[in-house]
């Protein structure tokens, strides 16, 4: 393990993630009709299915290219987001939490070890 590995650098602001969740409600609110939490949820499954989908190709040798990738993941995203916003979720704060829980995770199991 490099000293890189056992000293990581966990993000310092989640500013970004705060900032863009709410301009995607904004953008929700304004251009689709209400939709209800299950609905996003459905429609992340099924992004993320497409993207899941994509590397099974990939592994059975087909040809799949960075840009097919880039736009499944970009539309895993946005279904992330805007099942966030129906759900009322918080995303920064969540992932900073999350993070910090992994983080001391790692390390008690670095001293197990």
């Not at 000293?3 to 863009?20: E, M, Q, S």
Request: hydrophobic residues 35%.
């Amino acid at each position: 393990m490099s000293d890189d590995d056992t000293n990581p650098v966990l993000p310092l602001n989640y500013r970004g993630l705060r900032i863009l969740q709410k301009e995607f409600d904004q953008y929700q609110r304004r251009a689709f009709t209400d939709r209800p939490s299950r609905f996003f949820s459905l429609e992340l499954c099924g992004e993320a299915g497409e993207l899941a989908n994509l590397e099974k190709k990939g592994w059975k040798g087909r040809t799949v290219t960075q840009q097919n990738f880039a736009e499944e993941a970009a539309d895993v995203a946005i279904a992330l987001l805007n099942y966030a916003n129906s759900k009322q979720i918080d995303l920064a704060s969540e992932v900073e939490q999350k993070m910090g829980k992994i983080e001391a995770q790692r390390i008690d199991d670095q001293n197990d070890h």
